[in-house]
């Protein structure tokens, strides 16, 4: 089972929360926020592999090409454009999608593979980690994303700590998850992302719950929110100076008493009423998912 932690915006405490449930869950950590992936700080894990991640991207033979710019026209990308010497390839707009390959009718265009970043795994004293790490400057990272999700061992649990926002990123983690934990603050910043953040989720079906972090008053706008939209408040962290202490550190929270019970609530919601809920859509959707769970 997938379980993903997701926040509207950056900066939310994100991976404060996955990082110290995964540990106290025992669950797979998974660090899909491939380009600030920091979860690593915190678990500590030692590495124990560590592999390339390449995409594909044209490579036009200039020689062959007859300047027909069918190549071009077709890319929606816009990674590819004429000039007066042939064909320029902008590789980093490319999307490995073939398309040009299929109508070059010159058989001009070949591929070439590109490193855009690496997969590193781990392990810590207790959990499995996992991570993926975008090279600076590129501007994709779903193909990384989706090596990292698609990989999974779905009969574990695993904690996916995603990017934030509502990006591409997100929608192919999505598309992997069966359980997703919104993790929010009680600002109007963190109210507008996490309407987008919910509307996102409930496109995909999923059950989901909020934690909203950095409490100070327990009537808040998110909390308004949450009633006004039917939705289910899983945990609050209150605004608390040891936490960040902590943090600052590297530290986790679980190693001190006071905050165990914070992913211990935590838990017990997902073991509750998420995988209720979740069993409940997979029993009305795909009725052979049942023999997973």
């Known amino acids: 089972m997938n379980i993903a932690v997701l926040s509207g915006k950056g900066g939310t405490g994100k991976t404060l929360v996955a990082t110290n449930l995964a540990m106290y869950m025992k669950a797979e950590y998974i660090d899909a926020d491939v ?13 124990s592999s560590v592999r390339d991640i390449k995409v594909d991207i044209p490579y036009i033979e200039q020689q062959k090409c007859n300047k027909c710019y069918k190549c071009v026209d077709f890319c929606k990308f816009n990674s590819l454009a004429k000039s007066k010497n042939g064909i320029i390839v902008f590789e980093k707009l490319c999307h ?45 990272a779903t193909k990384i994303i989706e090596e990292l999700i698609n990989n999974n061992d779905l009969k574990k649990t695993n904690i996916i700590d995603s990017s934030p926002g509502t990006s591409c990123n997100i929608v192919s983690i999505l598309q992997k998850t069966d359980i997703a934990l919104l993790v929010t603050e009680a600002t109007k910043f963190g109210l507008h992302d996490l309407d987008r953040a919910v509307k996102l989720v409930k496109k995909f079906n999923i059950p989901f719950g909020v934690i909203i972090n950095r409490v100070v ?32 550190k590297g530290d986790l929270l679980i190693n001190y008493e006071e905050y165990n019970v914070i992913f211990k609530n935590i838990f017990q919601s997902i073991k509750g009423k998420l995988l209720c809920k979740y069993r409940y859509l997979v029993v009305k959707v795909e009725p052979e998912k049942q023999q997973l769970q």
């Open 35 to 47: 380009e600030e992936p920091n979860g690593f700080i915190f678990l500590k894990p030692v590495t």
């Open 96 to 140: 490995s999608c073939d398309g040009c390959k299929i109508v070059c009718t010159n058989k001009a265009i070949d591929y070439i593979k590109r490193n855009i970043g690496i997969i590193e795994k781990g392990r810590n004293s207790k959990i499995n980690c996992k991570r993926g790490v975008l090279n600076v400057g590129e501007p994709m």
């Open 217 to 248: 008053s327990e009537d808040n706008i998110i909390d308004k929110y949450c009633k006004e939209n039917n939705i289910e408040i899983i945990q609050k962290i209150r605004y608390d100076k040891n936490i960040a202490q902590i943090y600052s």
